[in-house]
């Protein structure tokens, strides 16, 4: 290494290019737009207590505290079970990705009524702020709203409720998790289950096991591929969105190991993820992730997106042509798949031109009471396979901005953190996170990534994940107040 750094100090091109950079850089920490973007304001617990929401909580738990104590609870639940908070908050978080959806929403609820337990018996515990969650309940209010909107209230009011239920719970996590020591739990364990289900997708095809769909693959067009891998979550497509989200944290962990045998152990479990997600064959998630590593590395050092083109140059030679030919293919309408994509979403703009408003309701059933009467080609299909149309469609426009300010808000808090963060670790957890995100909404543009409910409640939790660990160097080892 020293050697390769001495040979590049020696070439004129790279130390222009590194003087352009240095450049570049100055001027961007100098601009206007950046220093308001890295300063915000409204965002300190004094805020946030002013509001209507805090105010009304406190007047609730106030009267939920008093009724605890008369009844004399404390004896009950003196050393019980229930009183673990983390524990029953972190079970669904790291097992959605093993467990049938309603197993998940089960344990959410036990977990959702842990914290209440837990903050009816203590008085002193205060309930903690992040500046995505007033967003988060917003986005979840309007959505409860459209799905009351709905063209066909019944089969939109199941999916709805569910979806609102999976959103909220992320601000319970949020509480839930009151030490250093709890986040990084969680993480290590999130990140194991994904190479759990990473290896059982690879032992999927070995063996054929598991459903496989005609429709997942044009056989015209590549009739080598005969099988396309959906592990636990289903869908080859859901388990690369789930991939996305899993793969940066397993880098964090790898960069930020301390020892050999847990770096070998981290870089086992993104080994098998990557492996894994290769073989899903999905064009939309490996173009998700190739951008969340671009997210990562450019964050991690700015100087490194020079390498860019030596490393994209490296995959297509190395990668199978299986892989590179079906990667190539991305945007021909040849390929029956991305034209399907291109009418149904011409078919929703359509149908959006009547329902911007208040959408048509979440659900399958009110999709296609719909949207066949504006679909071109005759196309049916469950959904829009793009995320932010079929927010609109579900829920309207207020619904569509909500989340858009949403997602503004958490990369504006992630920034923050990072320009500030001088902790290595947390700082490498930042970035981690930032980076996961911006991978999945990039194959969000390809397909509805919260069609599986278990995809949808990751996606929220990894949000919470980012609030956390933008305040991780904060958190006490055994449990601190935010």
Known sequence: ?????????????????????????????????????????????????????????????????????RLGLDRLFAGSVFTRTCFWCVMPAA???????????????????SLALSLVRD????????????????????????????????????????????????????????????????????????AAVSVYGILQYLFRWGYQSAAWVDSDMFSNITFRVPSTLDNPNMLGQYLILMVPLGGAKLLSARDWPRRLLWLGCCGAMCVCMLLTMSRGAWLGLLFAGAVFFVLLDPRLILLAPVVLALLWVLLPDTVTSRFSSIGDLKDASTSYRFYIWMGTLAMLKDYWLCGIGPGTEAFNKVYPAYSYNGISAPHSHNLFLQILSDAGIVALGAFLILLFVYFRMMCVAMSKERDWTSRIHQIALTAGVCGFLVQAMTDYSFYNYRVLFLFWIYLVLGALCAGRSRLGERGASR
């Open 1 to 69: 290494m020293e050697r390769a750094k001495h040979i590049l100090d020696g070439s004129l091109l790279w130390r222009w290019l590194m003087s352009l950079c240095v450049f570049c850089g100055a001027q961007w920490r100098s601009s206007g737009v950046i220093r308001w973007f890295l300063h915000p304001r409204g965002w300190s617990r004094r805020a946030s207590e002013s509001s209507v929401f805090f105010r009304l909580w406190s007047q609730l738990r106030g009267g939920l505290c008093w009724l605890y104590e």
């Open 123 to 194: 008085r002193e515990r205060q309930l903690s702020w992040a500046p995505i969650d007033r967003y988060i309940l917003l986005y979840g209010a309007v959505y409860l709203a459209g799905t009351f909107f709905s063209v066909d209230l019944a089969t939109s009011l199941r999916p709805g409720v569910l979806t609102v239920a999976f959103i909220l719970f992320s601000l319970v996590l949020y509480n839930a998790v009151t030490s250093r020591a709890q986040l990084d739990v969680l993480i290590s364990v999130m990140v194991l289950v994904g």
């Open 95 to 113: 097992l959605a990705p093993v467990l049938p959806t309603m197993a998940v929403l089960g344990l959410a609820a036990v977990g959702t009524c």
